[in-house]
Every structure is written in C-alpha cells, then in structure tokens.
C-alpha cells in the first residue's frame, strides 16, 4: 500500500456543483493533513491544512479530516472553472523523518 | 514582499554538465526542501534541511547535492550522476518540519 493515495482521476463535475476530493494514508501516527492546488506548469499552491478530527472551512472550500479510517478530503462549494486544476494531498509519515508525502493528485475539470 | 524565489525559471543543459538552481526565502523559515516532479506525477524529495548547516537525504538524492550556509538559502546542484535530470524542480519552506509548506515557482531543467 502506498503511503498516500488519491484517485488521479480526472474528474468531472459541472459549474455551481460540488467537487470532493478524497485521499487516504498508511501512516495511523500522522498528525498534519495538507491540501495544495497546482494548475497545470505552476507550482503548488497551499490551500488548506487540518490536524484535528472533524471539519475545517475557509471560503468555499472544506477540510474533512477522520484519523480513525485514515481518509482526509476536500470538498469545493460552487465550483468554477478557475478550479480546474490537480489537487494535491500530503501528509505527515512518521517513517519518512516527520516529511511529507504526496499523492500522485486528482486532476478535476469544472465544465462551464 | 514574503516569499521564495526560484532561479531560473528555465535550464537548458548539455548532458555531463553540473548545474546549480537557486532557492532563497525572505519568510524567515527555518526548514526548507527540494522536490521533483516529472510529467503526470507527484512530488518526491531530493533533500530537506531542518537548520542551517544540516542537511537530510529525501527518496532521491542520488545524484544531487544541496549546502545550507545561511538561513535564507538552500540551492540544489544537479550532477553529471543523475541519470534522468530533465524534470520541474520545486523549493518549499516551513517555519519547521512537519508543518505546512509554501512552494517557490520552480525551476523547469531540460538537460540533452
């Protein structure tokens, strides 16, 4: 089993829905959840961080975070086209000196 | 005006050749990190330095090789060992390890 893991996708969701994002890690010890947005030939871009169980909102974007099935996701309220993008996760992984490590990302495509 | 910069944006490079990309933060953070990317996949780490003067191997440092003189600056030089060193190279820092990371805008290196 890989450390983290993502669906690379793409997915596909029309203007105005809502997109989830989903990711689950190995690492039952890690304590720091991250969110990046990387458009395509940029760099990655933090949108959210969560460290503990539950919900964290920011605008229209929500964290999930459940240690106990080692799943955190991203849900994006009203998504617009200007969303389309890969969407990183990354995690803390003890084995790994407390670093990150990233999923391979989830492109998704708004459609207009 | 925070943040990390990245130089230069693009590297062309004759194979067998050393080359040198620069990172430097004004953020005052004290670990930073090289990571690469190459097409369609994640990000995977070359090095990381928690302070100045200390360096760590990541996943993939066969090849390359970073210094840490000062707090500010964490510049990678690509080996003639690196046997496939044509990839997107991205510098991030944190206040310290484990906590969220902010991307410069990388440094796109074509070596032929």
């Known amino acids: 089993q890989k450390e983290v893991e993502q669906n690379s996708g793409p997915l596909s969701v029309p203007e105005g829905a809502i997109a989830s994002l989903n990711c689950t890690y190995s690492?039952?010890?890690?304590?720091?959840f991250f969110w990046y947005r990387q458009y395509s030939g940029k760099s990655p871009e933090l949108i959210m961080f969560i460290y503990s169980n539950g919900d964290k909102e920011d605008g229209r974007f929500t964290a999930q975070l459940n240690k106990a099935s080692q799943y955190v996701s991203l849900l994006i309220r009203d998504s617009q086209p200007s969303d389309s993008a890969t969407y990183l996760c990354a995690v803390n992984i003890r084995n790994y000196g407390q670093n990150f490590v990233f999923g391979p990302g989830t492109r998704l495509s708004v459609l207009p | 005006d925070g943040g990390i910069t990245q130089s230069p944006k693009y590297l062309f490079r004759k194979e067998g050749q050393n080359v040198t990309l620069s990172c430097e933060q004004n953020l005052n953070h004290d670990a930073m990190y090289w990571y690469r990317q190459d097409p369609g996949q994640g990000l995977r780490l070359i090095y990381y330095?928690?302070?100045?003067?200390?360096?760590q191997k990541g996943d993939i440092a066969e090849g390359y090789s970073v210094s840490r003189e000062k707090k500010e600056s964490f510049p990678l030089t690509v080996t003639s060992a690196q046997k496939n060193p044509t990839a997107f190279y991205l510098c991030?820092?944190?206040?310290?390890?484990?906590?969220?990371?902010?991307f410069g805008p990388g440094t796109r290196l074509t070596v032929t």
């Open positions: 991030a820092s944190s206040p310290r390890l484990a906590l969220e990371q902010y």
């Open positions: 690492d039952r010890g890690s304590q720091s």
């Open positions: 330095s928690q302070i100045v003067n200390d360096f």
